[in-house]
């Protein structure tokens, strides 16, 4: 599909349909108790550490290149390489590691390798008193939806949810479109471009135009954290959730957790992006599709819903920025994701 023919057509559409919710009253913006760290300049330094999974020096090696075609310098953690186990060190190893590229002046962004699983273990552990005075600009998703949540419970610093090391193209040349976009859309972020998503059309999406902070992730994380000292606050926010390798049953489970707590009672919005479901096991169908089992926790709210929205453990993950104010437009012709 033509994206700017999408765009415009998706324009003009917003003027006809009736929203469920018209563009929140700024009074209500809460995008001033955020802080957003500094744009990238050429030259800045992007540190690459792995505080969840292992990875190797060879596997990140695409993504240092990429980012020094960007103009920026690369600093390589002590993590990167190193193994114990499912986890890139140590968790005292990647504890290290992490806090020294928060403490380190130089270091303008933190690239988070890649998820998998680990940084819960050491999350408590880290001293951001630097980062507070100081913020930087923390990059990645899955796993690192922990760290996502943490910073906005904690202390309202905004950050990257996007691709890591393991996602950048081997050969930039030989790479689909749909992946360069994406990668580049990481820089966009860093730098303070304007974000633009389009989600497609959906007959299940809902409705409405409104204005909020976006926060989110993966969903199995954001419920995991509940009661925790990182648990996330959604209210007045958009909301966004992905999931990979759940059954039915559990991203049910999961959601009916978010709605009894809360979670989904005073949202501006909420996007649903990419959910890759493990087939029911023979006799234990659930009876319902991922469309059906939101639309349910959600039936007596009137938010704004976009489905399929391209985000998630797919090839069209662009990056999107937690803790920072955006409009979500959801209308016949799909949706779109403004930050403003």
């Known amino acids: 599909m033509n994206r700017k023919h999408f765009l415009s057509s998706f324009i003009a559409a917003a003027s006809v349909l ?23 300049r050429q030259g800045d330094a992007i540190g ?12 990140i090696q695409p993504s240092v290149l990429q980012m020094q075609s960007w103009g920026f310098n690369i ?18 190893e990647r504890l290290t590691d992490f806090q020294q590229m928060l403490d380190d002046p130089n270091i303008k962004a933190i690239m988070c390798a890649r998820g998998g699983y680990g940084f819960v273990r050491i999350i408590d552990k880290l001293d951001f008193s630097a980062f507070k005075s100081k913020p930087k600009w923390i990059i990645g998703f899955s796993d690192i939806t922990v760290l996502h949540c943490h910073l906005a419970k904690n202390y309202g610093i905004a950050s990257v949810h996007s691709k890591m090391c393991n996602s950048f193209p081997d050969d930039w040349a030989k790479a689909e479109q749909i992946q360069m976009e994406t990668i580049l859309s990481i820089k966009n972020a860093l ?27 993966n969903l199995s994380i954001i419920e995991t954290l509940a009661g925790s ?8 926010k958009i909301l966004f959730i992905e999931d990979t390798s759940e059954y039915l049953y559990s991203i049910d489970r999961m959601l009916w957790n978010l709605k009894r707590s809360g979670k989904l009672k005073n949202l501006k919005g909420l996007i649903v992006g990419g959910f890759k479901v493990k087939p029911d096991d023979a006799g234990e169908e659930f009876g319902k599709t991922i469309y ?3 639309l349910e926790k959600v039936s007596e ?36 994701l403004r930050s403003v």
Request: glycine share 12%; net charge negative; with cysteine.
């Open 18 to 40: 009736p929203a469920f919710k018209t563009l929140a009253n700024t009074e209500e913006n809460e995008s001033s108790s955020f802080k957003i760290p500094p744009y990238l």
């Open 301 to 336: 709210y009137n938010y704004p819903i976009a489905f399929d929205f391209p985000v998630g453990h797919q090839r069209n993950n662009f990056a999107l920025k937690c803790g920072v104010n955006h409009v979500l437009d959801v209308n016949q012709s799909g949706s779109l």
């Open 48 to 59: 690459i550490t792995s505080p969840a999974g292992y990875i190797t020096l060879d596997q």
């Open 75 to 92: 600093k390589i953690g002590e993590t990167i390489g190193k193994r114990d186990f499912t986890y890139g060190g140590t968790d005292e």
């Open 191 to 217: 730098t303070g471009e304007q974000m633009d998503y389009a989600g497609p059309i959906n007959p299940f999406n809902r409705a409405g135009k409104v204005d909020g902070i976006l926060v989110g992730g």
């Open 229 to 236: 000292n990182s648990d996330l606050d959604t209210k007045n």
């Open 292 to 294: 059906e089992i939101v």
